[in-house]
């Protein structure tokens, strides 16, 4: 593998690094480390937009070294979905990257991430991985699993001292917070709201699949859960909270693959709003995205 380190820089005089291999991860991050610097870790799998720049921006206020990753985990993708169409364009996260204030960027190719015979997979049980995303009959626990042992891989390569991950995948952050503190892994997991368009349809590479008329029915989703969030505050019970949700839905054709209740840190269903933070989750196709959101019901902070 060529080891040439290729530092990017844009017209406004920003410049990123780009590491490809583990050895230069390491070997960058050596003297920072040993000077004591506060590093924070961005993890992505690129064709950033707003919703990345938020992490990025929240990375760089916090911590003295920012590095973001950039790869696209083959392994939290199952058969038949979008890993060949994910998509891409390096170049403009490099750009965008650099104008974030990201000190490196590590971008390795896949084979450097999981070489020959790579043996080792990090598996987070129970409820967190079973239900919403998690359901067989979903994306099922192996997405779970990859997107856990890459992360984990990620925070061993890195080290860094905070994590930046986004609120849009709630179920993955909740899995992220469980394997971090089941494996002593020594790093502060922060989650930052969902970031969204004007319009209230939630930041995501994949909106880059809506044709204009299924991105006018996309907006369907943040109402739903608008719709539940406002029932569930003004004392309905949760079934009838989501039954308002899925008219909203309805109203757009879109059937959920679900839209449910549960509580924010264990994911186990609710029926009552209740003490706990409540996390209503919706996941769909509309046309040819599968799109998700989610909606924080905390009774303690209305
Ligand atoms: P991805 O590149 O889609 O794997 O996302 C990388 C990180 O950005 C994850 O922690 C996501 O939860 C977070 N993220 C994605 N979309 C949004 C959004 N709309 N608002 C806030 N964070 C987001």
Known sequence: MDLELVTRETSNDAAVTVLRAKAQLRAALERP????????????????????????????????LVVMSLFVNPTQFGPG?????????EERDL????EAGVDFVYAPPVEEVYPEGFATTVEVRGPLTEVLDGDPARRGAAHFRGVATVVAKLLNSVGPDVAYFGQKDAQQAAVIRRMVADLDIPVRIEVLPIVREPDGLAMSSRNAYLEPADRERGVALS?????????ALAGAPLATALAAGRAELAAAAIEPEYLEACDAETLEQRSELGERPVLVAVAARVGAARLIDNVLIDPANR
């Open 223 to 231: 109402r739903a859960l608008a719709a539940v969030r406002d029932a």
């Open 33 to 64: 480390r040993r000077e004591a610097v506060s590093i924070g870790l961005v993890p992505t799998m690129g064709y950033l937009h707003d919703g990345h720049a938020s992490l990025l921006r929240a990375a760089r206020a916090e911590c003295d």
């Open 81 to 89: 979905e979008d890993l060949d169409r994910y998509p891409r364009d």
């Open 95 to 98: 750009r965008l990257a650099a």
